[in-house]
């Protein structure tokens, strides 16, 4: 349908004005009508935060999410915008999208005086109708609200004339979505104008009072240890926010590793394909887990989901840079390449110790862990069983970077031992006959056997030997 250009076309088109909270809350209830989901691409909130979500909108409320780093509070706000209608129509020229038949700014008000009907119309997409702004210290009134344009007094105007303002992000989002990121690092100061526009609907800009009616819906996100604790956050504005909703990292290893294969960018190239088989993100996701929950990783800071994205693009890249070098056409990560997990980890996450130097013990001791505890999850002991009777027979085995992935694929032809436990991984018959896939199960298999205690290793760099214990 063609867009009305004028003021008249717009009202013979039968088009009605709705307050933004009514244009969302109207979207949100076709999409929860027809079971659609609410936001696109967030993972594991499903039965926790989006509910909330859906109630705050349909009651109208402003929102402030509370979390950690890394819980996709930014990308939640972000993707509302496709709750809003896909155009909407503006006086034309206007700088804060005046609403045809309610404009508010002095020029958009002039305009429907002057031309009444034939007042050009502009279209607004969806897209542009949301503003952010990260909270910082040094965040000011004329960031947020709008500040005297000296260049436009240069030009004749007088300060007290509204037409000399240059219009700040919130007036710029008018009829939109705004979003404060940190809220708590905005200085009071700055909250007490915020409030203003928002509740009192009017601003002092240079001494000179502005009615500025703003249709905006607010959104918020903090750390809750500084929305709590700090009490930098002024009462009024903590008062307006209807809906206060907690965020949370993934609960479930499962849904922490479908985020990383949905985030990560997988390293490609013509020569090498590079597959990374479930159990070796699952070790991937494990060890974030586990960094949750280590007394020496700082648990305000949190540990983002970023890591388990960040790691699970490391140990494909160290995949392929193996692979590369040993001239083969299929890259799949193994348990030598996790020892690249470190550096990508180390940036990840704050490590507290008493002790100088145990950072990089910390983290082997956490991938260790992973280890061990995919192995136990994945491999019944009844599986291996045989597999460390073949190496009480002097079984003894070369693994590592140095290791080719056809030396794995005849040690599992000449000890069938293995294949219960590779079955137990998820094999099935076309992984049997794939070398770089049975070499990654098989050293898990080895690792996990010596992690529990069933097999010596004898580590030299990036190479490894395995041996009975006895």
């Excluded at 972000?78 to 045809?100: A, F, K, Y």
């Excluded at 708590?184 to 009192?200: W, Y």
């Excluded at 070796?280 to 007394?295: C, D, K, N, W, Y």
Aim: aromatic share 6%.
């Amino acid at each position: 349908m063609t867009q009305p250009t004028t003021l008249g076309e717009l009202k013979a088109s039968g088009w009605q004005s709705t307050p933004v909270r009514d244009e969302l809350r109207r979207n949100a209830i076709r999409r929860i009508a027809a079971g659609e989901p609410l936001v696109d691409n967030v993972l594991g909130y499903e039965d926790t935060v989006i509910p909330q979500l859906e109630n705050a909108l349909l009651a109208g409320h402003d929102v402030i999410f509370l979390g950690e780093r890394g819980q996709a509070k930014t990308r939640i706000i972000r993707s509302l915008t496709s709750l809003l209608d896909e155009w909407m129509p503006i006086i034309e020229g206007s700088e804060i999208n005046d609403d045809p038949f309610n404009p508010v700014s002095h020029y958009a008000k002039a305009q429907v005086d002057g031309y009444g009907d034939e007042t050009p119309l502009g279209w607004v997409h969806r897209d542009n109708r949301y503003g952010e702004k990260l909270a910082t210290p040094d965040t000011s009134i004329a960031d947020l609200i709008g500040e005297v344009d000296p260049i436009k007094v240069a030009e004749g105007r007088y300060l007290s004339d509204e037409l000399t303002i240059h219009y700040g992000l919130v007036p710029r989002t008018n009829r939109g979505v705004f979003a404060i990121n940190e809220l708590p690092d905005l200085a009071e100061r700055i909250q007490v104008g915020l409030l203003n526009v928002l509740e009192e609907r009017d601003v002092q800009i240079r001494g000179f009072k502005v009615r500025l009616p703003l249709d905006v819906l607010l959104f918020a996100s903090a750390n809750p240890e500084d929305y709590t604790n700090r009490g930098r956050i002024i009462t009024p504005l903590k008062d307006r926010f209807g809906a206060q909703i907690r965020t949370h990292y993934p609960l479930e290893i499962d849904t922490e590793l479908d985020i990383a294969e949905q985030e990560a960018r997988i390293p490609e190239t013509d020569e090498v394909a590079v597959v990374t088989p479930d159990f070796m993100g699952e070790i991937v996701a494990t060890l974030t887990h586990l960094a949750r929950q280590s007394p020496h990783i700082n648990q305000r800071s949190g540990v983002s989901v970023r890591l388990t994205v960040a790691n699970y693009e490391t140990l494909s890249a160290s995949a392929l840079r193996r692979s590369l070098r040993a001239g083969e056409s299929v890259a799949v990560p193994r348990v030598c390449d996790l020892d690249a997990l470190a550096s990508s980890t180390m940036g990840k996450v704050e490590i507290e110790s008493l002790e100088e130097g145990r950072d990089g013990e910390i983290i082997q001791q956490l991938l260790r862990a992973s280890v061990l505890t995919v192995f136990k999850d994945l491999v019944d002991p009844a599986d291996y069983t045989a597999v460390v009777d073949a190496f009480n027979g002097e079984l003894i085995v070369d693994a590592g970077d140095d290791v080719a992935s056809s030396m794995h694929l005849a040690l599992v032809e000449s000890v069938p031992a293995f294949r219960p436990c590779l079955t137990s991984l998820g094999f099935d018959d076309d992984d049997f006959a794939d070398a770089a896939m049975v070499a990654s199960g098989v050293e898990l298999v080895l690792e996990g056997l010596h992690l529990a205690k069933r097999l010596n290793k004898e580590a030299k760099g990036s190479s490894a030997i395995y041996r009975s214990r006895g």
